[in-house]
């Protein structure tokens, strides 16, 4: 009899509130998302960080008139280095063949260079990529470098945007958190404060607090399920 009493009263109380538990299914619809679309994008990016800087390479350009001497006492500077893993020499016809490769959807501006313009390089991977700084200083006093580019900077650029969006997005998904908690806390009151009576006479016949507070609290879990569980149906069709 209790069991059906509590039942009816969350029943009534749902749909005496309805305008109320439809905002709080919609708030937690939102707010649950974003947290999850958040945490998502927090992992990934993470992932992603790892696996490109392991793939981070350092580009060492020689200049147009490097010697043989130079190119060789380079070239050995940096083979000797503890820093570095593995290194790659391209030459001018190598730089072609892959810049080819690279702008094929371009013949404009493959037409337009010429494979004397692109210069020799030394690629270059580190053991630690958290070390070109320190690389780049050790080799920059060799003779014939024209520059030295890191991709580490570049993606420290794209990664730090990135970060701020992670944050940005966690930030708001905690707002929407706690946004659904107060909804679901002042549904709570206003079907207490709407059964005000009820509740004075249950506990002038001495009824005891769980049995009144069960269907207050039963009512937003019923809000509560009715948002879980269409989302469980299709997470389990897939």
């Known amino acids: 009899m209790r069991v059906r009493y509590v039942l009816s009263e969350v029943l009534t109380g749902l ?60 070239k ?31 013949p404009d501006l493959v037409s337009a260079t010429k494979e004397e313009s692109l ?11 958290n070390t070109v700084e320190q690389f780049s200083e050790e080799i920059r006093s060799q003779d014939g470098i024209s520059d030295i580019v890191d991709q580490k900077e570049l993606l420290t650029r794209v990664f730090d945007l990135l970060g701020a969006l992670q944050t940005l997005a966690l930030t708001v998904a905690i707002v929407q958190g706690a946004a659904a908690l107060l909804l679901v806390a002042n549904t709570i009151q206003v079907a207490a404060y709407s059964k005000r009576r009820e509740v004075a006479v249950m506990k002038l016949v001495g009824a005891s607090n769980w049995f009144i507070q069960l269907p207050f609290v039963l009512e937003a879990v019923f809000a509560s399920a009715s948002w879980w569980q269409p989302r469980c149906s299709s997470s389990t069709a897939r």
């Open 119 to 129: 210069p020799e390089s030394f690629r270059i991977k580190l053991k630690d990529p």
């Open 76 to 106: 050995s500077a940096i083979e000797s280095s503890p820093l570095v893993k593995t290194v790659e020499y391209e030459s001018k016809k190598q730089a072609w063949e892959r810049f080819q490769t690279q702008f094929k959807d371009a």
């Open 15 to 74: 749909w005496r509130n309805v305008t109320m538990t439809i905002a709080m299914i919609i708030t937690m619809t939102v707010s649950l998302t974003m947290l999850g679309a958040s945490l998502l994008l927090f992992f990934q990016v993470d992932k992603m960080e790892n696996y490109f800087y392991q793939r981070v390479e350092v580009s060492v350009f020689l200049k147009v008139d490097v010697t043989d001497e130079q190119r060789n006492n380079l």
